[in-house]
């Protein structure tokens, strides 16, 4: 993004503080409609002389066409990466550590460098809840990083497995256009304080009553609890005409290679131990203690 005008104009469509970001800082939001459902979500970055926002690819498109429909006279300009470019994301304790001694630099901060394979913008930022770095670069560059950092390409289901195990949510399968931030717990990406935005006043109601109606949470599965995204669950002993909560993730945990799960849950359903079943003598899925996103609610 930009123009003169882009911090300004993009603080008042999310629901992070854009106008407080500094160049080289990063931060998560979300963009929402007027009625607080879900645009997008992602990082923005400030880049000094533009702003940088990497989204999920699933929810590009509409995001764009959302923000492209709020520039009215403002002097702000959004640009695609072409089709040659990607991003690759490392992620895990020695992460930042690998890529500093491979690019010989400190990054501390959003940092553009020659990699020796070709120019890649390197943004920190925290992923699955461990330190992070995505690269942004042409797929030739990122892929000649990838082979010399000597990192593991994380296949779909390890992908998901560690996803589902930190309890964050993806979009198209746990976050959607139907969904307010704080269903999905994206405490993390709404700054309380800053000023009026797109969407502040459902949002603003939601915290102020102090609970939503239902919400994300993740499910451990007994073994046997084969059931998929999609799957609708009852309470344990019924009844089963109306359900409680549907999955939305299911995965492998990391750890011990049980049954994990994300799963829009009604609220006198979610306490943490509350077992739930997709059908009369089903094995079961319990709610456990993990908050979606690792976030806090506002005081």
Request: some cysteine; glycine content about 10%; hydrophobic content about 40%.
């Amino acid at each position: 993004m930009t123009g003169r005008h882009r911090q300004r104009w993009l603080h008042n469509l999310t629901t992070q503080d854009i106008k407080g970001l500094v160049p080289g800082q990063g931060r998560y939001t979300t963009c929402v409609t007027e009625k607080g459902r879900l645009v997008g979500e992602g990082q923005v970055y400030d880049a000094g002389d533009r702003l940088i926002l990497v989204v999920p690819e699933a929810a590009l498109a509409e995001l764009v066409a959302h923000l492209r429909r709020y520039i009215v006279a403002e002097d702000v300009a959004l640009h695609e990466l072409s089709p040659r470019d990607a991003v690759v994301s490392f992620v895990g304790p020695a992460a930042p550590r690998c890529l500093e001694a491979l690019l010989q630099t400190p990054l501390t901060g959003l940092t553009q460098v020659d990699s020796g394979y070709g120019d890649v913008l390197v943004l920190p930022r925290v992923r699955l809840n461990q330190p992070g770095i995505d690269c942004v670069g042409t797929r030739e560059a990122l892929e000649a990083l990838l082979r010399a950092s000597g990192a593991v390409e994380a296949t779909e289901a390890a992908w998901d497995g560690a996803r589902i195990a930190a309890a964050i949510p993806e979009w198209g399968r746990d976050l959607d256009a139907t969904i307010v931030p704080l269903e999905a717990g994206l405490y993390d990406g709404v700054h309380w304080k800053k000023g009026c935005y797109l969407g502040q006043e459902t949002i603003a109601k939601m915290a102020h009553r102090g609970h939503t109606t239902k919400e994300l949470r993740q499910l451990q599965g007994a073994r046997g609890a084969a059931e998929g995204p999609g799957t609708a669950l009852f309470p344990l002993r019924g009844p089963f005409e109306r359900p409680v909560a549907r999955l939305t993730s299911v995965g492998t945990s990391p750890q011990d290679e049980s049954r994990i799960a994300l799963g829009m849950v009604r609220r006198e359903h979610f306490e943490p131990g509350t077992q739930l079943v997709a059908h009369d003598g089903a094995a079961p899925w319990t709610v456990t203690q993990a908050r979606i996103r690792g976030a806090t609610p506002p005081e």
